[in-house]
């Protein structure tokens, strides 16, 4: 297991439509591996593939006060969403920058575990938000998007400073 690299703010790799796992190998499962060890490393609940730079549909999520273990999941499909709930949400990708999202408050979802089974499986409370998140990341698509004209203004300046320092 290794600890990898974050990708930040501004790197292009976030911004990639991320492409489907055609084959779980071992070079999958250490892909999967090394993400919840950089997870864990850097207290995070939640990491996608495409933030340590690998643009294939990979998510992991780990909340610890809801006690959920480690979930991997290769290829998640939301195929149901319910309620609205707001969490205060960061990203790995975006140190520094917090706020507040709405999203569905319970999701199903499926997809395949790094064994290759085919799960279905549903999530509430802050583990739904977690993978409302991670699985936008797949399609490109951060945090601070989902938030309005408002929410987004306030962290411009936050986010402008961020880009610039990331861009390569
Ligand atoms: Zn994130």
Known sequence: MAVIKIYLYGEEVLRQKALPVEKI???VRELIRNMAETMRQASGVGLAAPQVG???RVIVAE???ENSGLIALINPVIV???GTSEF???C???PG???KVKRAAEVVVEGLTPDGKQVRNKYTGLLATVIQHEVDHLEG???VDRLGFLGRSALSFKLRSLARANKV
């Open 141 to 143: 698509i951060l945090f």
């Open 97 to 99: 920058i917090s706020a």
């Open 92 to 94: 790995l990708s975006l």
């Open 25 to 27: 190998d071992d070079g």
């Open 63 to 65: 909340v610890s006060q």
């Open 54 to 56: 690998d643009s294939r």
């Open 88 to 90: 205060e949400e960061g």
């Open 80 to 82: 149901e969403s319910s």
